[in-house]
């Protein structure tokens, strides 16, 4: 993942391009970048490698490097960016957030008549911030290069330019995947993936760009330069895992969203005499925990945080590359409290599984504090498809998720047919798999959402969400 954050002021810019980049943080580890047009200056950038440090802290002592009355920043969980480039367009800078999955087809594709090389990193990958410029450059303007640029493309491109002049040029990935937001203040324009980026810097909303829409942003106004397409498929996965809590997306809160979610969770369970028998109903930090409070308001069933997650100096461990250093990050992570653990029936609701393998080292941990009994919810659905649109997930296969590992010890391939029912708890292929989770991470019971009721979450038109990871659908 990763996300983006632009202004186009009259008014030195810098500092709150810095604080609205770095609202960025929780989508991406690896690193990130500024760059800021000056008058007499131009163009200038920076970039960070930030796995072992906060951005804030890498771009402590950018002020006394970079000055700009407009700038673009991007936290990124791939690539280094933003890149400088000098082209028949102009010298620009661009940052890309999204998947390109047929990065090499296009690669050839364009070494095969151009005549014109690029950059090669270690093993000869190319940065695929770079490859968006090469297809954009094609093109004769930006608003048709970026269109091009899309279309070509198999994934999820939206796209943040800083012109020679100043002016920024934002673009919504093609079906709206992906968020883009912009804010309006007395001196100029901030345009973001998230909204409270720019809120907390005093700008008021302005709007969101549709699916497509391509803007060119100055200190004085917005120009449309692509109009907006009419599929969208915005991903439902924003509000039940990776959006930060006081974001909204079209028009949703992702807080309330996860309320509403936990209250339908809960009533999965109306009917059993669970809530008779549970202490406490707690949430999987930090994304659980929202879902968990509507669990507990809905379910009568006292909330407790049960462990805590020391966060101050640990990194988000879903987002490290290997799998060693997630499970260690995690196990690290989470500090008991032991008075609200030991002899007690627990029901905790998590964001998702998606390896499982963490939830396995926190249930084994609960029980070594003491705890009589897990049963565990999953706020969405079983996740059968590894995402190919936004990368949000680092697993190299399908099989990596649990719920196609099991489908595969419990029927072989032939169950990958039956899906529908797998995700289904009222089907005898559903209560299998749930069964032959539970016995393998030692949860006394387990429930998954449905895919109706995270959509009900939610609130917007089922056919306006991506639910790919869930049902396979595009």
Known sequence: MGGFFGIASTEECLTDVFFGTDYHSHLGTRCGGLAAFDKEIGLQRKIHHIENAPFRTKFEGIFDEMTGTSAIGCISDSDPQPMLVRSNL????????????????????????????????????????????????????????????????????????????????????????????????????????????????????????????????????????????????????????????????????????????????????????????????????????????????????????????????????????????????????????????????????????????QLKETVDFLYESGAKAVHMRSACPPIMYGCKYLNFSRQTSDMELIARRVIMELEGEEGFNHIDEYADSSTERGKNLRKAICEKFNFTSLEFQSIENVVKAIGIDPCELCTYCWNGKE
């Open 90 to 357: 102009g010298t620009y800078a661009i940052c890309v957030v999204g998947c390109i999955n047929n990065s090499e087809e296009l690669i050839d594709q364009y070494l095969s008549f151009s005549g014109g090389h690029f950059d090669a990193m270690t093993g000869g990958k190319i940065n695929c911030t770079e490859l968006v410029s090469a297809l954009i450059d094609q093109k004769s303007n930006f608003a048709d290069g970026i269109k091009f640029a899309q279309k070509s493309i198999k994934g999820t491109a939206s796209i943040l330019l800083l012109k020679e002049d100043g002016n920024i040029i934002a673009a919504r990935d093609r079906l709206g995947r992906l968020p883009v937001q912009i804010g309006k203040s007395e001196n100029g324009y901030a345009v973001s993936f998230e909204s409270f980026a720019y809120q907390k810097l005093g700008f008021d909303d302005e709007k969101e760009l549709g699916p497509g829409e391509v803007v060119e942003i100055s200190p004085t106004g917005i120009r449309q330069l692509v109009a907006p397409g009419k599929k969208k498929r915005i991903c439902a996965f924003l509000w039940s895992y990776y959006g930060y809590p006081t974001s909204t997306y079209e028009g949703i809160n992702v807080e309330s969203m996860r309320y509403r979610n936990g209250k339908l969770l809960a009533s999965l369970d109306e009917g059993s005499d669970l809530f008779g028998k549970l202490d406490y109903v707690g949430g999987v930090p930090d994304s659980g925990i929202p879902h968990a409070i509507g669990y507990a308001n809905e379910s009568g069933v006292q909330f407790a945080r049960a462990f805590i997650k020391y966060t101050p100096t640990w990194s988000r461990s879903f987002l490290q590359g290997a799998q060693k250093d997630r499970a260690k990050i995690a196990k690290m992570k989470q500090i008991p409290v032991k008075e609200l653990i030991k002899d007690k029936e627990l029901l905790f609701v998590d964001d998702s599984i998606v390896r499982g393998t």
